[in-house]
T-cell receptor, first 110, second 113 residues
Framework: KNEVEQSPQNLTAQEGEFITINCSYSVGISALHWLQQHPGGGIVSLFMLSSGKKKHGRLIATINIQEKHSSLHITASHPRDSAVYICARHLSGATNKLIFGTGTLLAVQP | SQTIHQWPATLVQPVGSPLSLECTVEGTSNPNLYWYRQAAGRGLQLLFYSVGIGQISSEVPQNLSASRPQDRQFILSSKKLLLSDSGFYLC????????????FGSGTRLTVV
């Protein structure tokens, strides 16, 4: 069982829809990352959060530390939002490594 | 500005051939550097990390090795590639940006044939 679970694995939406991607993790963290991977493969960091909520443009990320759960929301979705969205937990320490979920493939249709 | 460069972007190599992927960062000193691999249909997995010159830690046993000859240079190598080494390789480093934390290179898609 992966330490970081995402749902859904695949998501198809119509342009303009409100989208939610969920992430659950099984152990304590120092921070939770949301990343975006486009078809070419490059990965872009969207958010790093350890509590509460962060917003950037049409993207909103929330986290509930007690429930070990985070969500990524996209408002007014657009075809250019189509990508794989990955959450990863970050545990501070000697490694500072990330443990990744397997990603959610989002397709926004016009 | 702080940036990370990774090359090549795409590589097709025969089984048994050597490999060298390079990653360099700019705009920082003494960064923590990481090599991750994404196999087909799987999540990213940490291969190596380095906290300083000549300091390499391996997360999983494998056919690959890493080196850090300079502060801002991180190299992933293999003497003889296997088919199972195919995948998408990403270099990353931890930044001081409290909003993002990690910055990733553009990745190398390696196909071993």
């Amino acid at each position: 069982k992966n330490e970081v679970e995402q749902s859904p694995q695949n998501l198809t939406a119509q342009e303009g829809e409100f989208i939610t991607i969920n992430c659950s993790y099984s152990v304590g963290i120092s921070a939770l990352h949301w990343l975006q991977q486009h078809p070419g493969g490059g990965i872009v960091s969207l958010f790093m959060l350890s509590s509460g909520k962060k917003k950037h443009g049409r993207l909103i990320a929330t986290i509930n530390i007690q429930e070990k759960h985070s969500s990524l929301h996209i408002t007014a979705s657009h075809p250019r939002d189509s990508a794989v969205y990955i959450c990863a937990r970050h545990l501070s320490g000697a490694t500072n490594k990330l443990i990744f979920g397997t990603g959610t493939l989002l397709a926004v249709q016009p | 500005s702080q940036t990370i460069h990774q090359w090549p972007a795409t590589l097709v190599q025969p089984v048994g051939s050597p490999l060298s992927l390079e990653c360099t960062v700019e705009g920082t000193s003494n960064p923590n550097l990481y090599w991750y691999r994404q196999a087909a249909g799987r999540g990213l997995q940490l291969l190596f990390y380095s906290v300083g010159i000549g300091q390499i830690s391996s997360e999983v046993p494998q056919n690959l090795s890493a080196s850090r000859p300079q502060d801002r240079q991180f190299i992933l190598s293999s003497k003889k590639l296997l088919l199972s080494d195919s995948g998408f390789y990403l270099c990353a480093w931890i930044t001081d940006n409290p909003n993002y934390g990690y910055t990733f290179g553009s990745g190398t898609r390696l196909t071993v044939v």
